[in-house]
């Protein structure tokens, strides 16, 4: 027990010296933020939610409000694709690819634009196997959801990386 704790009592000034810290709340350059997304848009509100945990922001829900808000955020387009990449000899898909795209604009109420018309797109390789033909939707539903997850962290990033309005 002691030992632990000495080795961690050892630890913690090395990462403090070399920089690591622990990746806290975006710092936004606005203060207030309506997102326009479909309703049943998954990763508008999944953008939604993950917004409305940071402190600092306050989240414009309606379109009434949208010109109080410092800034809006248009998602332009999201889409999923799926294409086969490999096929055995006797041409059964042995291989996809997923792909998510998502396509958004940051402007100011009045026009101004942030960030331009900007697409993000992630590829994830599975295989496929005809006997497991469940499994491998469920694992595709997984692989969807968690690139789904990583746009919205993206999307999080870029708008954390516009200094000023």
């Given at each position: 027990m002691q030992r632990r704790l000495l080795l961690a009592a050892c630890a913690a000034p090395v990462l403090v010296a070399c920089g690591f810290k622990l990746r806290g709340a975006p710092d936004l350059a606005f203060r207030s933020l309506y997102v326009n997304a479909g309703e049943h848009s998954p990763v508008g509100n999944e953008l939604k939610r993950n917004l409305a945990a940071i402190d600092s922001l306050s989240l414009i829900t309606d379109s009434a409000q949208q010109?109080?808000?410092?800034?809006?955020?248009?998602?332009?387009?999201?889409?999923?694709?799926?294409?086969?990449?490999?096929?055995?000899?006797?041409?059964?898909?042995?291989?996809f690819q997923l792909r998510s795209r998502l396509q958004f604009r940051l402007r100011t109420p009045q026009g101004k634009e942030l960030i331009p018309?900007?697409?993000?797109?992630?590829?994830?390789?599975?295989?496929f196997n005809e006997s497991a033909v469940l499994?491998?939707?469920?694992?595709?539903?997984?692989?969807?959801?968690?690139?789904?997850?990583d746009i919205v962290q993206?999307?999080?990033?870029r708008l954390a990386a516009v200094k000023s309005l």
């Amino acid at each position: 027990m002691q030992r632990r704790l000495l080795l961690a009592a050892c630890a913690a000034p090395v990462l403090v010296a070399c920089g690591f810290k622990l990746r806290g709340a975006p710092d936004l350059a606005f203060r207030s933020l309506y997102v326009n997304a479909g309703e049943h848009s998954p990763v508008g509100n999944e953008l939604k939610r993950n917004l409305a945990a940071i402190d600092s922001l306050s989240l414009i829900t309606d379109s009434a409000q949208q010109k109080s808000a410092d800034a809006v955020l248009d998602i332009l387009s999201e889409a999923r694709e799926k294409t086969v990449v490999g096929v055995n000899t006797s041409g059964q898909v042995t291989e996809f690819q997923l792909r998510s795209r998502l396509q958004f604009r940051l402007r100011t109420p009045q026009g101004k634009e942030l960030i331009p018309a900007t697409e993000l797109l992630l590829n994830r390789d599975i295989s496929f196997n005809e006997s497991a033909v469940l499994a491998k939707e469920a694992e595709e539903g997984l692989m969807y959801r968690d690139m789904q997850s990583d746009i919205v962290q993206q999307l999080i990033r870029r708008l954390a990386a516009v200094k000023s309005l």
